[in-house]
């Protein structure tokens, strides 16, 4: 596969990258790299001289649990943020993505701007902004984007974004040899700082890493992770939106932490990860009469998916399919019935409630559960290997454009080595 634009592919090294790295035919791909390959040579009139592919993520068990020093079992998936990118020595950094203007940021004033919130050059100035005060090397380039991660399906395709910028810094300036979580807080840094949305470590650190990951966000700073081997070849796994409006659901989503941390200073503590599972559970009936009911709940679900996390990549690590695909439905009866985020009074809608009650009953269907934040947006559902039936009954009920089928990915945000 050759292009005017002065890369030549080797093919072999192509067709075995698609199936390492993509999951995909050779086919499907190429269609993708020559877009992009054409796109970058008209917009910057210059030679492609590298590919970068940063994957989106999706939230297998840990639901609602890092803000708390939880636990989480996350892994990156064969949707990404595909980039190719060329050198430049002006200290610019511009990006141009398929259907957005093209983004300019200087890495010698990668300055706040309020009204930059909410936009991709904020992300990338954030991530220039991190390295730059952690004393990493910074520098411009030419970047051409094209993204198959869906947005608003709870799969971070902002995340997968971030990391993509940060990665290309880290192989470019850095000799590559930044650590997935210094990435993944360069990206956190950006979104929270520049972007203007709080969100936890999880979502980067899913992407940085690749593959199935249990992280335990103990200490915020400096995570803990075990990464386990997909092997469950067996099973295809969906993320389904199911529809409602996420933007009147704020005060949803800041009362499960605020209630989890009301639970914790019940103990003299600040996080619910400072309390010792074992005093939990002899004194956990003391907090009764003092926190609502709904906290004592939320709390309950905290622990109770903590060990969830833990059995669920054991049982990843060892094959145990039975194991894993029982820890998936428990987390989605305690999301549902403990942590009570499947629902908004508020928001008024029962899309997730209703999505969970039908696929439970679809031929094929072996595990699921809500996927993300909750209270209006995605699922997640484990069914048998080639469940034609299942994906048939998906789609008629939400519609193909809401359902995605996704794998597991081996790799985190990497540059992809494809020169002959």
Not at 181 to 204: H, R, T, W
Request: net charge negative.
């Amino acid at each position: 596969m050759n292009s005017e634009c002065g890369f030549t592919f080797d093919e072999a090294k192509f067709d075995a990258l698609c199936k390492d790295v993509f999951d995909s035919e050779p086919s499907v791909q190429r269609a993708r790299f020559n877009g992009l390959v054409e796109a970058h040579k008209q917009q910057f009139g210059v030679d492609v001289e590298e590919f970068y592919s940063s994957p989106g993520r999706i939230e297998i068990l840990g639901n609602h649990t890092d803000h708390n020093g939880g636990k989480v079992l996350c892994a990156a998936i064969n949707f990404d943020t595909l980039a190719c990118v060329s050198s430049r020595d002006d200290g610019i950094i511009e990006v141009k993505s398929a259907g957005y203007p093209i983004i300019r940021v200087d890495v010698n004033a990668p300055t706040f701007s309020p009204s930059e919130l909410g936009t991709s050059t904020a992300l990338v100035k954030g991530v220039v902004d991190y390295f730059a005060k952690h004393g990493k090397a910074v520098g411009g380039f030419s970047a051409s984007m094209a993204s198959n991660v869906p947005k608003g399906s709870g799969v971070s395709s902002s995340s997968s974004f971030e990391l993509v910028i940060a990665e290309i810094l880290n192989v470019k300036y850095n000799d590559g040899v930044l650590d997935a979580i210094f990435k993944a807080k360069a990206s956190q840094y950006a979104e929270n700082v520049f972007f203007g949305k709080p969100c936890g470590l999880m979502d980067q650190s899913a992407i940085a890493l690749g593959n199935v990951n249990l992280i335990d966000f103990y200490d915020f700073e400096n995570p803990i992770v075990e990464g386990a081997n997909w092997s469950f070849d067996d099973l295809d796994i969906f993320v389904i939106a199911t529809g409602g409006d996420h933007s009147n659901l704020t005060g949803d989503y800041a009362a499960i932490p605020a209630e989890m941390k009301e639970v914790a200073e019940c103990f003299g503590k600040k996080l619910l990860c400072e309390i010792p599972r074992e005093t939990w559970e002899s004194e956990k009936l003391s907090v009764k009469g003092k926190v609502s009911e709904r906290a004592y709940l939320r709390a309950e679900h905290f622990f109770e998916e903590n060990e969830r996390v833990e059995r669920a990549v054991k049982a990843v690590e060892s094959k145990d399919e039975h194991t894993f695909l029982e820890m998936v439905n428990a987390s989605g009866l305690s999301s549902r019935h403990k942590l009570q985020n499947t629902y908004s009074p508020v928001g008024r809608n029962r899309n997730l409630e209703n999505a969970l009650d039908s696929v439970v009953h679809i031929d094929g269907v072996v595990a699921s559960r809500v996927h993300g934040g909750g209270f209006a947006g995605t699922i997640l559902v484990f069914t048998k290997k080639g469940a034609a039936e299942a994906e048939k009954a998906f789609n008629a009920s939400f519609g193909k454009e809401n359902v995605f089928k996704m794998s597991i990915r081996k790799h985190g945000a990497i540059r992809l080595n494809l020169e002959k």
